[in-house]
């Protein structure tokens, strides 16, 4: 008879526990009254199993690249799908909105969403990045924060702008937890989210860092929004006429304050030199855009034209004064050069 050593016995029972058993960050729970289990991530896949409530689950790990709503009695939720196995080894779908962690975790949904909707990738990005937000301490470091997140951000709105119709409306208030200092607001009648600034709160944090250049730079961007602090696709110097439309708000001074901010921020350091060069060359598009339309008269315009002609900001190059001074002239003759001016008078 062979010998059996009794020292590997408690490793094998060690390797069948670990088979049959996962960690309690790999565990969850059915806690709905009962919940489906499906062969594929759609209502109307086949039923494997009827789950009950706090059945224990194996979380497997993946996650369907799509959300779906789902109605329960009065109540309705949208959840992306899970994929899990049962404690009999049976593997299939659960809509997530049936489903909670063994160990609490209170952003477990989130991070199911982050992958459903940008992959793991670019959720492991968006956790480590979100991780750095508390340890911000110097204007450095808050520079390479503000350009990190805005880059996800616009990563991620890509690909929200890229996703096939789902066949219903989703809801995004989710977003607001993504990126720390970013604020979600739906863009119009459709469903195309988007992720604002809330130059508020990142106010708040560079009055927490070490050095002066973070804080000129946040004061210029609310001077740019000093309605309620949260960025938007019309600055101060736009006049918003439609959701997607604008006129410049030349001869009311808001260009030239902004442009004297811009010098003053540059002044401090170089530091958000980048960031605050793009602010001012979008205020110049506004000035000399080829079909910008403007919401003043043209005694208005021309007088704030003159304002930045006789004493220019320093943040101006000299071809730029330059051109203020032909676009002075066009304005002397706005119907002759093709400009329209004053349409808050409704002409």
Known sequence: MPHFDWKILPLLLLLTGCKNKQSPEYQIIVSAEQASLRAEPSEKSREIATLRRHETLADLGEVSSFES???VGEHFYQTPWIKVKTADDQE?????????????QSDWLLQKRLICYFGK????????????????ETEGQLLDFWQESVTLRDTFLVLLSQRPESGFQPQFNWLNE?????????????????????????QQKVLKTNGLQDNIFIETCL??????????????????????????????????????????????????????????????????????RYWQPQEKILEELGQIIANPPKCLSAPEREAFSIRQKMFEDPGGNGIVVNLRSGE
């Open 223 to 292: 001077a740019a929004f000093p309605t309620d602090s949260i960025e938007s696709f019309f600055p101060v110097w736009k006049f918003q006429l439609s959701e997607s439309e604008s006129a410049s708000q030349l001869g009311t001074g808001q260009h030239l304050r902004m442009l004297t901010q811009i010098h003053q921020a540059l002044a401090s350091g170089s530091l958000f030199a980048p960031q605050l060069l793009v602010i001012k060359d979008q205020i110049l598009e506004d000035i000399f855009g080829k079909n910008q």
């Open 69 to 71: 709503q789902i109605i």
């Open 178 to 202: 993504v990126l720390p200092g970013f604020i979600y607001q739906k863009i119009g009648a459709g469903s195309q989210p988007h992720l604002f600034a809330d130059f508020g709160k990142w």
């Open 92 to 104: 299939g779908w659960v809509h997530a909105s049936a489903l909670r962690p063994v160990r609490e």
């Open 121 to 136: 990738n670019l959720s492991m990005r968006r956790n480590t990045l979100y991780k750095k937000f508390k340890n911000v």
